[in-house]
């Protein structure tokens, strides 16, 4: 890597008398910061004091940061001069930044981020900064900017590729029952109705009852017996926890936003309320006026705000593994054209198991929860199901796949189940409606969460309750006569439901 920094300090009088100091300081600096601290080939050159300004040039190739340099020199400085000559320093110009580095592939098309330009010939990338302040050094954004670059050009090689997919088991096949689209079958029997907006159902006595069942089985056959615990949690999700998890960054294009009200002062309100009274109509320009910037979203996964509930903490060994979970916060996710039946919804319902634990101690706990899973959805289901290792693009050219995949101590099982509505077995998508997840020490760092003496990772599961319902009702049905006695023996009779007229 090359840098190439030119910046001047702005002093608090006139430094054109002390020249000589200013040279020898400058001098010393390029030993003692650069080659005896950091090793690397580097070299700073005053190229001009000008009454109380002092033009700096730092070049340097390596790993070594010339703005990290120039902190250190404003620092030094400005104690070797209020000592002598009682002058400060007031401030820092950074004119231009040049930063030349090799990437691994040619990036296939221009690169844009925030704050720089950035040009590129064959492998080599040169970002450009030009006015930036001491406080944007200070904040680290360089060394962020130059992993952003590295990314977005890995992305151009992966965009399109999916997840790596690897199936590891897979039920015997099972004669449907039927052949329809639940969905359809049950808005036209009335169980259904499409929600008030977008994406969003309303769930009738008959279809709710199945969702209930649905929990009370990953309650009771999964969940309990392996010792999780029920905690409570807000389905309002703080910025700051995304940002650490990094749901922030990776999916801010599917969040829903939470704004609150700026004050429940009655005069501030009174002319939106008067002119709801009068238009009996909704005015958003009056409205967003009494309304804050989002500062939360909606749950997306119970996890985060589970994991920040154990923020700073040290964990006992005998709490180890901690295994908890939450089913009363609802899931909302933006999911555009995307949307179908109650399977793909911008509003869903889902326990979320999480576990923290050693390395030992949750891969012991996944194979226990393959054990109970498999046990639903094989003797109380009866479903046609497979289970295949999958690992996102990202982590693949990350290196995280061997040969051997499902040997690997962390990564996400899929949970499919074969859609008789969607054509063939080999031809059709079939539904993920489950996944589990070891994710290592990610979120435990994120966190700071320790142990008295382990070293902890982590890992979830996602229940999701319309996806279990749905992946039963598409092979069984909806006629209960027909549904599979495991399944009966938790839900003996369906409600007889609301009769219209």
Same mark, same amino acid.
């Given at each position: ?21 200013? $040279? ?41 940061? +010339? ?36 990437? /691994? ?6 690169? #844009? ?16 900064? =030009? ?10 954004? &360089? ?7 590295? /990314? ?21 096949e099972k004669k449907p029952i039927w052949a329809k689209d639940p969905t359809e079958e049950m808005v036209d029997l009335g169980w259904l109705k499409q929600g008030p907006t977008k994406g969003k159902w309303f769930y009738r006595p008959q279809i709710a ?15 309990? +017996?392996?010792?999780? =615990?029920?905690?409570?949690? #807000?389905?309002?999700? %703080? ?14 294009? /599917? ?27 909704? @005015?958003?320009? $009056?409205?967003?006026?009494?309304? #804050?910037? +989002? ?8 996890? +985060? ?10 964990? @006992? ?12 916060a609802v899931s909302a996710r933006y999911e555009s054209g995307g949307r179908h039946g109650i399977e793909r919804v911008d509003e869903f319902h889902r326990i979320e198991p999480v576990y923290i634990g050693t390395r030992e101690q949750l891969l012991n ?26 690992? %996102?693009?990202?982590? =693949? ?9 499902? =040997?690997?101590?962390?990564g996400t099982i899929d949970f499919e189940a074969y859609m008789p509505y969607r054509g063939s077995r080999k031809e059709s998508e079939w539904l993920e409606f489950l996944n589990l997840s070891i994710l290592g020490d990610k979120y435990i760092k994120a ?15 996602? &229940?999701?309750? /319309? ?27 369906? %409600? ?6």
């Amino acid at each position: 890597m090359r840098f190439d920094l030119e910046a001047h300090f702005t002093f608090s009088s006139d430094i054109s008398s002390i020249k000589k100091d200013m $040279e020898k300081f400058i001098s010393d600096a390029n030993e003692d910061l650069i080659k005896k601290h950091y090793k690397e080939i580097a070299n700073i050159e005053i190229f001009k004091i000008e009454k109380n300004s002092l033009f700096l040039n730092i070049v340097s190739y390596g790993n070594f940061r +010339p703005h990290n340099a120039l902190l250190q020199i404003k620092n030094s400085l400005g104690k070797e001069l209020g000592k002598k000559y009682h002058i400060g320093i007031r401030e820092i110009d950074i004119h231009d930044y040049k930063i030349e580095f090799g990437l /691994e592939q040619k990036p296939l098309k221009d690169i #844009s981020i925030p704050f720089a330009k950035v040009k590129s010939k064959g492998k080599q990338v040169t970002i450009i900064l =030009q006015n930036v302040s001491e406080e944007f050094l200070r904040r680290n954004y &360089i060394d962020r900017m130059i992993k952003v670059v590295k /990314e977005k050009v890995e992305n151009q090689y992966y965009e399109g590729k999916g997840e790596f997919w690897e199936s590891i088991w897979e039920s015997e096949e099972k004669k449907p029952i039927w052949a329809k689209d639940p969905t359809e079958e049950m808005v036209d029997l009335g169980w259904l109705k499409q929600g008030p907006t977008k994406g969003k159902w309303f769930y009738r006595p008959q279809i709710a009852a199945i969702l209930r069942t649905m929990e009370e089985i990953a309650i009771n056959e999964v969940l309990k +017996p392996l010792g999780f =615990q029920e905690i409570i949690e #807000s389905y309002v999700v %703080p910025f700051d926890i995304w940002l650490k998890t990094g749901h922030l960054e990776g999916m801010p294009g /599917e969040f829903y936003y939470v704004a609150e009200p700026t004050t429940r002062d009655v005069e501030k309100w009174q002319r939106f309320i008067d002119l709801t009274k009068i238009t009996k109509e909704i @005015s958003f320009d $009056e409205l967003n006026k009494n309304l #804050s910037t +989002p500062h939360a979203g909606i749950c997306y996964a119970q996890c +985060p705000v589970i994991y920040w509930s154990f923020k700073g903490k040290t964990i @006992s060994e005998k709490s180890l593994p901690i295994l908890v979970y939450d089913k009363t916060a609802v899931s909302a996710r933006y999911e555009s054209g995307g949307r179908h039946g109650i399977e793909r919804v911008d509003e869903f319902h889902r326990i979320e198991p999480v576990y923290i634990g050693t390395r030992e101690q949750l891969l012991n706990l996944r194979e226990k929860l393959l054990e109970r899973y498999k046990h639903v959805f094989n003797n109380i289901f009866d479903l046609e199901w497979r289970m295949a290792w999958v690992t %996102p693009w990202y982590m =693949q050219q990350a290196g995280k796949i061997g040969d051997d995949s499902i =040997q690997q101590d962390t990564g996400t099982i899929d949970f499919e189940a074969y859609m008789p509505y969607r054509g063939s077995r080999k031809e059709s998508e079939w539904l993920e409606f489950l996944n589990l997840s070891i994710l290592g020490d990610k979120y435990i760092k994120a966190f700071n969460i320790k142990a008295q003496k382990s070293e902890l990772w982590s890992g979830c599961s996602g &229940i999701g309750l /319309e996806r279990w319902a749905i992946a039963f009702l598409a092979q069984k049905g909806l006629d209960p006569k027909k549904w599979p006695p495991g399944f009966k023996s938790y839900m003996k009779e369906l %409600p007889k439901g609301i009769e219209f007229l």
